[in-house]
């Protein structure tokens, strides 16, 4: 089953505002993270929220997860020209507790662009 | 620190032809090892994935192979190219049973003509 899609699937916005993205998924989860990719390049992790976990911050970055809907969302806050990047949520393979050895799914992610 | 290597950054091959791609990790001993294949401008489809040397299991049915050779080497294959193989193709190793971050090569840009 599909796992982690994210919308919208595009966004455009200046410089300074802040930036919105959310994922939705099917299944129990252990965690969900979140990835960035810059053109042509490979994914870096952002951040990870656990599914005991409402809320997490890591600089400008704030997720959010709410298991009772099956999502989350990432907020990028005073975005600078440089976060323009897809951003993937990730969310591991297992039901909740079991063993996944890292077997993510991606979900066909976000394309930020920020304008200077 | 830990590193990943991955090569080619780019190949164009002609349908009918075999793969090699190599990736390497290292810095970190027994890591789990993830191919992903990314088509254009879409999300990421694991295709296979190995807890330890010749270890290999396979989440698609498909034209390719994947080996452990070596504890840090993870190599993928295929004896005959097609055309619907083209594709980025991203390495990642983890650790543990529950990996909480994969780290990502910078991947390979197959195109099969």
């Known amino acids: 089953s599909q796992q982690g899609e994210e919308d919208p699937q595009a966004l455009s916005i200046q410089e300074g505002e802040n930036a919105t993205m959310n994922c939705s998924y099917k299944?129990?989860?252990?965690?969900l993270q979140w990835y960035r990719q810059n053109s042509g390049r490979g994914l870096v992790h952002l951040i990870l929220i656990r599914s005991n976990e409402r809320e997490k911050h890591s600089g400008r970055l704030r997720v959010t997860l709410d298991t009772s809907k099956k999502s989350s969302s990432l907020l990028i806050t005073a975005s600078r020209a440089a976060d323009t990047a897809s951003y993937f949520c990730?969310?591991?393979?297992?039901?909740?507790?079991?063993?996944?050895?890292?077997?993510?799914?991606f979900g066909q992610g976000t394309i930020l662009t920020v304008h200077p | 620190s830990q590193t990943i290597h991955q090569w080619p950054a780019t190949l164009v091959q002609p349908v009918g032809s075999p793969l090699s791609l190599e990736c390497t990790v290292e810095?970190?001993?027994?890591?789990?090892l993830y191919w992903y294949r990314q088509a254009a401008g879409r999300g990421l489809q694991l295709l296979f994935y190995s807890v330890g040397i010749g270890q290999i299991s396979s989440e698609v049915p498909q034209n390719l192979s994947a080996s452990r050779p070596q504890d840090r080497q993870f190599i993928l294959s295929s004896k005959k190219l097609l055309l619907s193989d083209s594709g980025f193709y991203l390495c990642a190793w983890g650790k543990g049973e529950t990996n909480e971050k994969l780290f990502f090569g910078s991947g390979t840009q197959l195109s099969v003509l």
């Open positions: 810095g970190t001993s027994n890591p789990n």
């Open positions: 299944t129990s989860i252990n965690n």
């Open positions: 990730a969310t591991d393979g297992s039901h909740a507790g079991g063993t996944s050895y890292g077997k993510l799914t």
